[in-house]
């Protein structure tokens, strides 16, 4: 038989092809999974694959294991030890990148300076009774001795 | 040790200008202490009111039955001029009254004083006009005529109390004066 379309196929392909139809088809091979089939299970599953895969993931691993230094100075020598070191594969050059990233953007909330102090601004509002008259109200009392 | 020009310019000034500087600074003493006065007294508008405020959230120490009496008493007595708005403004409107009473006297030692600057600049341009004369050279404003001109003196405070009293027609602003808007005038004092 020749064909119309050709598609490529060997002669041997063919009849492979058509003893694997022609056999029959156990049914062990077709059972349910010991697991029932479910939706949200297949959900977790594909998001499971997805954050293995992602570059997220890896950043989220990478700064993970990685301690910052409290001062600004550790923090410098910490990044020049980073930027020195040479990673001969490629995921210890991704983890190189993603921790000297990660330590730049900590150097520079450490470089910032401390927060400003919170201001009280109601007592610049508030009065105080001037001190002659504080002073005056003292003397009216009698003294604390006599009595 | 070279003396000082600043210095110099403003002892002449003091020398020339003593009277109206005597009469100015007894003006504003007397402004002064009518003004610690009412403010003694809680008088002056509000004042009562943060006096009282102050003694209620301070609890009284030994607290014995004579006190407690003088307590209720001056208590009482605050609380009538925290209440009687008329007796504040009444006090405002004194001490505003002594507050424009010391114009004349600030008007006079600023016109004194500007008289005195001006009398000593005028000798400074014409030692300035000899000097540049017998160089040959045409005359030219040195320091020596620029400083007494830059050493004129005025009250910014009583200027600026002054217009705040007018213009804010009689409402509860109560202005002090400053001697310090004299400057080396009164350095001393």
């Known amino acids: 038989m020749t064909a119309i379309f050709p598609t490529g196929e060997t002669e041997t392909d063919r009849v492979q092809r058509e003893q694997e139809l022609e056999t029959p088809v156990a049914l062990a091979e077709v059972a349910a999974p010991d697991v029932p089939f479910a939706f949200a299970s297949l959900r977790a599953e594909l998001a499971a694959r997805e954050r293995e895969d992602s570059f997220a993931g890896e950043v989220a691993a990478a700064a993970e294991g990685m301690k910052l230094p409290a001062t600004l100075g550790d923090a410098l020598a910490r990044l020049r030890e980073i930027t020195a070191s040479r990673p001969a594969d490629k995921s210890g050059q991704k983890a190189k990148a993603i921790q000297s990233e990660k330590l730049r953007a900590h150097i520079h909330a450490l470089s910032q300076g401390p927060t400003a102090p919170p201001i009280n601004y109601s007592a610049f509002l508030k009065r105080e009774p001037s001190p002659e008259a504080v002073a005056r109200i003292r003397s009216l009392y009698p003294n604390a001795k006599k009595s | ?189």
């Open chain 2, 1 to 189: 040790m070279s003396p000082n020009l600043k210095q110099t310019i403003m002892e002449r000034v003091r020398r020339e200008s003593g009277a109206e500087l005597k009469s100015c600074l007894a003006a504003f003493a007397s402004h002064a202490s009518l003004m610690q006065e009412l403010s003694a007294r809680s008088l002056l508008p509000g004042t009562a009111k943060l006096v009282l405020e102050k003694m209620r959230a301070e609890p009284l120490p030994d607290a014995s039955p004579e006190k407690l009496l003088c307590h209720a008493k001056i208590l009482a007595d605050l609380q009538a001029v925290a209440d009687n708005k008329t007796v504040q403004n009444e006090a405002r409107r004194t001490a505003n009254k002594k507050f424009l009473e010391v114009e004349p006297a600030v008007n006079a030692l600023e016109l004194a004083v500007t008289s005195s600057l001006e009398r000593q600049t005028a000798e400074a341009v014409q030692a300035e006009r000899e000097f540049f004369e017998g160089h040959g050279l045409p005359w030219e404003p040195t320091s020596l005529s620029k400083l007494p001109q830059s050493l004129a003196v005025q009250s910014a405070s009583f200027r600026s109390g002054k217009a705040q009293i007018l213009a804010l027609g009689g409402t509860g602003y109560v202005p002090r004066l400053s001697m310090s808007d004299f400057g080396a005038l009164v350095a001393d004092h």
